[in-house]
């Protein structure tokens, strides 16, 4: 935590000096909203994180009481589970994120995010039970990517029911192409436009499978803070 108080005795002031260390309020969101309580699995969702940084700031929340070291000998294996002192600030975090919502504009809000983190979410999310009842292939392409991967492939396998986000060419066809924007992507996912806007305005182009085209609102997940009533909208395309 921070070497220096602010000073006052402002009870906000305290909070912050526990929890706005970088990446404090991101490791609590992904163990309280999203179950990780392993060190690699918290590392694999957070993305830009060092091993270092993380390692540091665990032990920074240990030490404040807001998660507790729960090492397994036998295993081997050592879990990091929030606390009530974390678990009380459930609250909170939901009004801080239902106020982004309503107040930090679209294109600030899901201009700049990890593409590999959101597809590791969204293989999850799908909702297979309105996919064919058949192998389905997705690609993805992403213009505005600027990193090494701007295409990824959704490969579903009903004998399975899982999902998998490739970044390697499959050896099936595909049946559904995207090709859109990160930022175009990131505002249908998070409530600020819909596919069909997207489409219409020239953001997002689908081609292929027209049964997968018409019913992706209905398979395609979005995030919970979708349905926020008040959500700021995607500007209009130029």
Not at 63 to 83: C, M, Q, S
Request: charged share 25%; glycine share 6%.
């Amino acid at each position: 935590m921070p070497a220096k108080s602010y000073g006052m005795i402002c009870p906000i002031s305290k909070a912050c000096e526990i929890l706005t260390p970088r990446w404090t309020i991101p490791i609590l969101t992904e163990m309280g909203y999203n179950g990780y309580t392993k060190f690699t699995d918290l590392k694999r969702v957070l993305g830009n994180i060092s091993p270092a940084i993380l390692s540091k700031r665990l032990s920074e929340m240990e030490a404040v009481g807001l998660i507790e070291r729960i090492e397994d000998k036998g295993k081997g294996t050592i879990d990091y589970l929030p606390t009530d002192k974390a678990n009380a600030l459930v609250p909170i975090l939901d009004a801080l994120a239902e106020w982004t919502q309503k107040h930090i504009e679209a294109e600030l809000a899901v201009c700049s995010y990890d593409l590999s983190r959101l597809m590791w979410y969204l293989r999850q999310m799908i909702v297979v039970n309105e996919l064919p009842r058949r192998r389905v292939v997705v690609r993805m392409n992403f213009a505005d990517e600027e990193g090494p991967f701007p295409v990824y492939w959704l490969v579903y396998e009903p004998h399975s029911g899982i999902v998998e986000a490739c970044v390697d060419v499959p050896s099936f066809d595909v049946d559904l192409y995207i090709e859109t924007t990160k930022l175009s992507f990131g505002a249908v996912f998070y409530g600020r436009t819909s596919v069909a806007r997207e489409v219409a305005e020239g953001r997002m182009f689908l081609s292929g499978d027209k049964v997968l085209e018409r019913t992706i609102d209905r398979w395609m997940p979005r995030a919970a803070l979708a349905s926020v009533e008040g959500t700021l909208q995607l500007a209009a395309a130029e």
